[in-house]
């Protein structure tokens, strides 16, 4: 045990009460059963002058606290003041009860903007797609159209010079059967353009 206290602060005092009167059973837990040995022994020093007057500090300390907090009132004060609490309370669960509505009504009608937009931007976004994909079809008949009319003059034209090579090989045989062969036949260009032409130099 240390010989000398005057190291013990006011703080250490309480603290090291506080620590007693924890321990003891809530029935018995009163300052009054606590002792300024009890303290120096906690504290591991002498129970000297200076432990008993910091002690005695503490206890009125506690017991000014404890006083304070069991006051006794009148039965009719207790009973005005339980009404007063009661209305407060009540008046309390209404405004809350109001707020908690209007807080409400005001998500759910930021809910149903927000649904609503969604729905709008929803319906413009299907209209967009409906516009291209009827876009799409259209091009795709279009192009469908053209390689149609380019497939069927490309027969035509295939046609054309199938008929012209035959007059050419008839012509050739009538030069041929009068003894003069041909100087100059040509056959139509293929591509659509005038080419040439067929020339055939024929003697009166």
Known sequence: MKNSSS???????????????????????NPD???AYQVAKDLDCSPNTSIYRKFEIWKTSKLAERKACSI??????????????????TQAMAELTTILRT??????ET???????????RHEAMAKVSELVDSWEKTEIERDQLAADLEACTSELAARTDEVNVLRGR??????DRGKP?????APSTNGTSGGGLNVPIDP
Do not use: C, Y
């Open 72 to 89: 006794d009132l009148p039965a009719e004060l207790t009973e005005g003041l339980a009404l007063v609490f009661d209305r407060l309370k």
């Open 7 to 29: 190291w013990i602060r006011q703080e250490d005092v309480n603290e090291a009460a506080d620590r007693l009167l924890t321990k003891t059973p809530d029935a018995d837990a």
């Open 103 to 108: 807080v409400a009504t005001s998500i759910d």
């Open 182 to 186: 041909p100087s100059d036949m040509r």
């Open 33 to 35: 059963t606590i002792t």
């Open 171 to 176: 012509l050739a045989q009538a030069l041929e």
């Open 111 to 121: 809910a149903n903007l927000k649904v609503a937009e969604a729905h709008r931007a």
